[in-house]
């Protein structure tokens, strides 16, 4: 079991980057897939992206490819989600998530707003 800690997220422009990260407080994360989510106001949460436990295979939203990124430093406990170029509609509240042969374990999010 690990509990999730996100930091980094705040209000930035248009067309700015941000990089915010997902520590665990308590447990280790090597073992588990780990993704990012986010959702915004009156929608359902979306995915974003998600990096192995290994490190070898990414994957994203479709609307993220290629804007961000996602990287995990295990001796760190940590997973990280570099966006950039963004825009007001990835304003939402970004979590952190652990998947082990589905167990699932959320963070508690932190909010991102991108200005116009």
């Known amino acids: 079991q690990v509990q999730l800690v996100e930091s980094g997220g705040g209000l930035v422009q248009a067309g700015a980057s941000l990089n915010i990260s997902c520590t665990a407080s308590?447990?280790?994360?090597?073992?588990?897939?780990m993704a990012w989510f986010r959702q915004a106001p009156g929608k359902e949460r979306e995915f974003v992206a998600v990096?192995?436990?290994?490190?070898?295979?990414?994957f994203y939203g479709d609307s993220m490819s290629g804007r961000f990124t996602i990287s995990r430093d295990n001796a760190k406990n940590a997973v990280y989600l570099q966006m950039n170029s963004l825009q007001p509609g990835d304003t939402a509240v970004y979590y952190c998530?652990?998947?082990?042969?589905?167990?699932?374990?959320w963070g508690q999010g932190t909010q991102v707003t991108v200005s116009s």
């Open positions: 990096i192995s436990q290994n490190i070898d295979t990414t």
């Open positions: 998530n652990a998947n082990l042969y589905g167990h699932l374990f």
């Open positions: 308590a447990g280790t994360i090597t073992n588990y897939a």
